[in-house]
């Protein structure tokens, strides 16, 4: 019978393995990444929201725009029993702005700083970095219109990549003006473009007609070549997009955020406005975009809501752990012990010992395995553990344990009864041993 494996465009991410390279980054690299981004969107008032993964599929449609790639080509819709269109979300913010605008956030009358994580759906091509399960971290503030909260968003996300180590780093940013602004700009791009139409990749061949603004987004080297010299949407900025354009740079020059502007970054969904931008990383190859995201002024007010100013960012959970893995900048979290024994009333006890350390802040794996105290040392050395607790019959029979340092390979001998009582001095010895 054939082994059933996972789909493409799927991974399994595994926990650590002490002592083994792992192909992909594991989940110890993982959950030290979602606890740093967690630690400093909590500091900053964000707090969490939790959405579904599957919506009705207008929402995606009148949200993301229909002349997109994501909703064209990529989004996973299905009917369900009772024949629903529904669609696995291929984004973050638009679920969110479904809920805000359902449960009446915006009644409260405060700014709502929201973020959240899991997974999303897209049928793409899968590559190292890309892929059809992936997920995301996102971060959005519903109900400001002020060019701080555009700063604000990016400095958290500067943030972030700053406190996982994260180097070779570039930071781009432009304005996609209001609605108005766009389609003046739409206009004179479709005006340049045309006599070019037949030198233009398939795909922007069709793209001039439904969404010209993501031929600038072209990965062929013929249409970017011809995109080179296209106009710049950063002329047609009305005065009010062009001030709240020059506070937003101004705001981030004064925290010393360095950026670039690249009047051709436009993003891949209809919704933005004003300040759009995307941190990229030179260490990820083709996929080199880690963080991207803007501000989607009109997207409440067009899925139903009052009209509501709101920005926002997503990062690539699969590409930062990626760059965290290639830095090896995540190590797993060390064991402190690591429990083994032999007989019947030793093995009977071992839950117990297990249980009370851990109670008393210390991580302890039991070696289930019932082998020979031989094999049971050797995987207990693999383990990384700072010591091995050790228990046969007659410690079992005299309520004692024996403790071996692993890497001094200095042994004493404890009395269960007094584990407890020696908490303190274990947990300083610990970490004298790892010093």
């Not at 969110?96 to 956030?105: D, F, M």
């Amino acid at each position: 019978m054939a082994i059933l494996q996972n789909l493409s465009g799927t991974e399994d991410i595994l926990p650590p393995q002490p002592g083994q390279g792992a192909p992909m980054a594991d989940t110890g690299v993982w959950q030290a990444l979602e606890a740093r981004a967690r630690e400093i969107l909590g500091r900053a008032a964000y707090r969490e929201i939790r959405t579904p993964i599957f919506e009705q599929t207008a929402l995606f449609e009148r949200g993301i725009g229909e002349a997109t790639d994501v909703v064209g080509k990529e989004m996973y819709t299905f009917k369900d029993r009772g024949d629903r269109s529904l669609t696995l979300r291929p984004e973050g913010t638009a679920g969110v702005v479904r809920a805000y605008i359902q449960h009446k956030l915006h009644a409260q009358g405060n700014v709502q700083r929201l973020w959240y994580t899991g997974p999303m759906f897209r049928y793409e091509r899968p590559q190292k970095g890309r892929q059809r399960q992936f997920h995301q971290l996102g971060a959005e503030v519903l109900g400001s219109g002020d060019p701080r909260a555009d700063v604000e968003v990016i400095a958290i996300a500067t943030d972030i990549l700053r406190a996982l180590g994260l180097e070779n780093l570039t930071f781009y940013l432009n304005s996609v003006g209001t609605a108005a602004d766009r389609q003046r700009y739409r206009d004179a791009l479709v005006d340049y473009l045309t006599p070019h139409k037949a030198d233009l990749d398939p795909d922007s061949q069709d793209r001039l007609s439904r969404n010209p603004l993501r031929i600038l987004d072209s990965k062929d080297p013929k249409t970017q070549e011809i995109a080179q010299s296209a106009p710049s949407i950063l002329d047609y900025l009305a005065p009010d997009s062009r001030q709240h354009f020059d506070q937003v740079q101004q705001q981030l020059k004064d925290l010393a955020i360095p950026f670039e502007i690249n009047p051709r970054l436009v993003r891949g969904l209809d919704y933005y406005t004003h300040t759009a931008f995307e941190i990229q990383s030179s260490d990820l190859g083709a996929q080199a975009t880690v963080c991207g995201g803007g501000r989607y002024d009109g997207l409440v007010s067009q899925l139903g809501g009052p009209e509501t100013p709101a920005v926002g960012w997503a990062m690539g959970l699969e590409r930062l752990a990626l760059l965290l893995q290639q830095r090896q900048a995540v190590a797993a979290a060390p064991l402190d012990f690591y429990l083994v024994s032999r007989g019947d009333r030793a093995t009977a006890q071992t839950v117990k010992i297990a249980q009370t350390l851990r109670q008393v802040g210390f991580s302890v794996e039991v070696d289930l395995s019932g082998s020979a105290f031989g094999k049971q040392f050797k995987r207990a050395d693999r383990s990384g553990a700072a010591a091995c607790l050790v228990l046969g019959d007659a410690e079992a029979e005299a309520g004692t344990i024996n403790l071996k340092w692993l890497l001094s390979g200095e042994q004493t001998t404890l009395a269960q009864a007094t584990l407890l009582d020696s908490a303190g001095a274990l947990h300083q010895q610990i970490a004298a041993a790892r010093a």
